[in-house]
């Protein structure tokens, strides 16, 4: 079993940048991806960003250019920065680690964009 907590999220003006890391409990020998997704109300989650464990990543296309996923394997953590946020960015960000065994969801940070 594969714990994941996430920190960084929070409260921020249009056009500034968060920078939300996701630590994984333990080393997953066995993975395969992790990434970030997003539900705002009333929405459905959906994926913002994820990096394969060849190192690939991928983005939603109104993500791209303003986020840039990255990991540290030393640490287990992977990172999303995000620049030029914008309003519809707005929503609870979720950490996911997907291994051999199982998909691992993070508790959610909360991400706010004021305009």
């Known amino acids: 079993q594969v714990q994941l907590v996430e920190s960084g999220g929070g409260l921020v003006q249009a056009g500034g940048s968060l920078r939300l890391s996701c630590a994984a409990s333990?080393?997953?020998?066995?993975?395969?991806?992790m990434g970030w997704y997003r539900q705002a109300p009333g929405k459905q989650r959906e994926l913002v960003a994820v990096?394969?464990?060849?190192?690939?990543?991928n983005y939603a296309d109104s993500v791209k250019d303003r986020f840039t996923i990255s990991r540290d394997n030393a640490k287990n953590t992977v990172f999303l920065q995000m620049n030029g946020l914008k309003p519809e960015d707005a929503a609870i960000y979720y950490c996911?680690?997907?291994?051999?065994?199982?998909?691992?969801w993070g508790q959610g940070t909360q991400v706010t964009v004021s305009s």
């Open positions: 996911n680690l997907r291994d051999l065994f199982g998909v691992y």
């Open positions: 333990k080393r997953a020998t066995t993975m395969y991806s």
């Open positions: 990096i394969m464990s060849g190192g690939v990543s």
